[in-house]
């Protein structure tokens, strides 16, 4: 146990150095992984104007001129969405914006009924949730009339659900199979999201995540080495950049801090 905690030590004294060095790019690149989702699809409303008009009025039987009214929405909510977070201008009309287009999506697409994707979307809800939790000033009491604590203000509340959707991805992850490296895996993944959901070690923890889901993400979702005629393409470029949102919510995690609603932050009081 002491050569547990003393390894542990030393990589927390690696990941300062880390967020030392990168503390004036981090949030900028984090915001920008983030958004990057939003900003790809955006872009595929507008390639893939026609494919996706047509397999709404499909799906739906909702005819031409709201299938056109549904891509539309989507690439002009995306784009614009994009550039106002990455241009730090209304950020909360932004983050409004993009939580209308996830939940847009999810009824559309049908992702509602598939827990997979629904758990992922629930993640990147997580990620927009962080970034305006970011960008929100420290709120008051709850309970007019009486001092704030500071522990009773929305934006530990928004940093918390932030990070209990984020870990939501990593689930999707999970593969039961008796394999012992998968077993191990699974074992280190459980145990990173818990603590980031908890807010223990949680720099540390989330670090070490964004670490192994880009390896994971490169590695299982390399869509530029497939043909472009080729269906499955699209599906990995949405899997990616999906996976790099939820990348960008983490690093706002490790950039900023779990918040007051975590044992790192009481640790501070004891």
């Known amino acids: ?41 955006g872009i595929r409303m507008w390639t893939q104007w ?54 847009l999506q999810t009824v559309a697409y049908s992702i509602i009924w598939d827990i997979k994707f629904l758990m992922r979307n629930l993640a990147l809800a997580g990620g927009v949730l962080l970034l305006l939790a970011e960008n929100k000033a420290e709120g008051k009491s709850l309970f007019a009339g009486l001092p704030s604590l500071g522990e009773n203000n929305p934006k530990q509340y928004m940093q918390l659900s932030g990070r209990i959707l984020l870990v939501l991805m990593f689930l999707t992850l999970l593969r039961f199979e008796m394999s012992v490296m998968q077993i191990i895996q699974n074992l ?7 603590c980031i959901a908890i807010g223990f070690k949680t720099k540390l923890s989330a670090l070490v995540l964004v670490l192994w889901l880009t390896c994971l993400n490169v590695y299982f979702n390399a869509w530029w080495n497939i043909p472009d005629y080729r269906p499955m393409r699209d599906f990995l470029k949405y899997d990616f950049f999906q996976t790099m949102s939820v990348i960008g919510g983490l690093l706002l995690v490790v950039a900023f801090g779990p918040g007051g609603v975590s044992m790192d932050e009481h640790k501070k009081k004891w």
């Open 188 to 194: 280190i993944g459980t145990t990173l999201i818990i």
């Open 50 to 103: 026609n494919e996706q008009r047509d397999y709404m009025n499909v799906s739906w039987s909702c005819g031409a001129f709201l299938a056109t009214m549904f891509v539309i929405t989507n690439l002009l909510g995306q784009i614009v969405g994009c550039v106002m977070v990455l241009s730090r201008q209304k950020v909360p009309i932004a983050c409004g914006i993009l939580f209308g287009i996830i939940a």
């Open 1 to 41: 146990m002491p050569k547990q905690n003393e390894l542990i030590d030393k990589a927390e004294d690696v990941a300062d150095q880390v967020l030392r060095y990168s503390k004036h790019v981090l949030p900028h690149l984090a915001r920008f992984c983030l958004i990057s989702t939003f900003l790809e699809d």
